[in-house]
């Protein structure tokens, strides 16, 4: 599966931005996904995840609350909205695919090391 993440940039504390992710080359609508992010200096941290058919949503606790995540399978697409951001959301946000496609348990689709497919990142700079 080919990943592509973009809708990156700079913004005010407090503001919001859309990432975007699509996808080729994979039945997408069977596919499990999540965003990512690395931020500098450390390592890189799911932040959430969607089921293949985007009705269960998972977040981290220092997203939850302000970050959506979405999933629309007839236009292969990933979106991630963000709002109320901060300082430490700084960071290259990816999108990546579960290896496992269809029904799999709330541990799977929380274990980073399970996302085998990557896209490049796109850069979010969240200024003081």
């Known amino acids: 599966v080919q990943l592509q993440a973009s809708g990156g940039g700079l913004v005010q504390a407090g503001g919001s931005l859309r990432l975007s992710c699509a996808a080729s080359g994979r039945t997408f609508s069977t596919t499990n996904m999540a965003w990512l992010r690395q931020a500098p200096g450390r390592e890189r941290e799911l932040i959430a995840a969607?089921?293949?058919?985007?009705?269960?949503?998972h977040y981290a606790d220092s997203v939850k609350g302000r970050f959506t995540i979405s999933k629309e399978n007839l236009k292969n697409m990933m979106y991630l909205q963000m709002n109320s951001l901060k300082p430490e959301d700084t960071a290259v946000y990816y999108c990546a695919a579960h290896s496992i496609p269809s029904k799999i348990t709330i541990a799977q689709r929380m274990n980073i090391t399970q996302y085998t497919y990557w896209g490049q990142g796109t850069l979010v700079t969240v200024s003081s």
């Open positions: 969607v089921t293949w058919g985007g009705a269960m949503k």
